[in-house]
């Protein structure tokens, strides 16, 4: 499929979760709203996965630059580091561990549920 057309259907989903979350109140950010949407739309097969899979394939080979503005933006404000950086490395060390945990107990849980 066109490259131009896959990125369409990206973009579509990407506005209707951003119209839903202006006219709908949600706690919920757009993208996300669009990005639940986009999976619902694949998992219910209406989107085949053919017609999206070149460029989402793209953007995940190239996920790493996709970061490179939010560590621009980190330097920006450096200066709220000074004095909370223990806090922050415990902070950052107690939610990895967290979502270590999480993923494998998940995991563990799945594969029961298939057994």
């Known amino acids: 499929m066109n490259i131009f ?4 259907i990206l973009t579509l989903f990407y506005i209707l979760g951003e119209s839903l979350v202006r006219f709908i109140p949600s706690p919920l950010p757009g993208n996300v ?4 949407l986009m999976f619902m739309a694949l998992k219910f097969n209406l989107v085949p996965e053919e017609k999206i899979s ?5 953007f995940l080979k190239n996920l790493a630059i996709l970061f490179i503005p939010g560590g621009v ?23 990895t561990t967290i979502t270590l945990l999480s ?8 594969e029961r549920i298939k057994k």
């Open 33 to 36: 709203v669009g990005f639940l």
């Open 103 to 110: 993923t494998a107990f998940t995991i563990l849980l799945i």
């Open 54 to 58: 070149t460029v989402s394939n793209f």
């Open 5 to 8: 057309k896959q990125l369409w």
């Open 73 to 95: 933006g980190l330097i920006t404000v450096i200066h709220l580091f000074n004095g909370n950086i223990l806090k922050i490395i415990l902070i950052l060390l107690i939610s």
